[in-house]
């Protein structure tokens, strides 16, 4: 369970069976019924570890609000057969994550997803931060953001 108004932030991986790596995605988190939180890719905090392409953001759970958290990915697969030259791709999963709240009797965790149309979203949530403070705790090396060598901290541009 992660307290109302604090920052978590999500690392999201997406495996790919297609050649050419990861297609152009965005991502929102939502509790039913609030509004949710849309990220494109771009506006993501990009980083490779190891090869792997591995993006990063920040939810307030202030704007969350209560309940179970839940992801859609919407990915833009390249293809000369649709039109503008991408088909979407629409995949939405239960994070595991409650906000505010206890996890329900007899809730079980969901399990790892599975490919759908060749792809497999995973995220993890690696830490918990004041909502309020902006700053992902995570090794230098992303986009959109100051690394401030002193706090040792990314600070979101």
Not at 42 to 47: C, I, P, V
Not at 109 to 116: A, G, K, L, Q, S
């Amino acid at each position: 369970m992660s307290e109302l108004g604090t920052g978590l932030i999500a690392q999201i991986y997406i495996d790919s069976a297609h050649a050419g790596g990861t297609p152009d995605f965005e991502v929102s988190f939502y509790v039913y019924p609030s509004q949710p939180m849309h990220f494109r890719r771009a506006e993501l905090l990009h980083r490779q570890v190891d090869g792997v392409d591995l993006w990063y953001a920040l939810l307030d759970t202030r704007r969350l609000g209560r309940g179970r958290l839940m992801c859609r990915f919407r990915l833009q697969e390249p293809s000369a057969y649709w039109p503008g030259g991408s088909r979407p791709v629409v995949i939405t999963q239960d994070t595991g994550r409650f906000i505010g709240s206890a996890r329900p009797a007899g809730y079980r965790t969901p399990p790892r997803p599975d490919y759908v149309e060749g792809y497999c979203p995973e995220v993890t949530f690696v830490a918990e931060v004041p909502a309020e403070s902006g700053e992902m705790p995570l090794p230098p090396g992303g986009q959109n953001t100051v690394y401030d060598e002193e706090t040792e901290t990314l600070i979101i541009g």
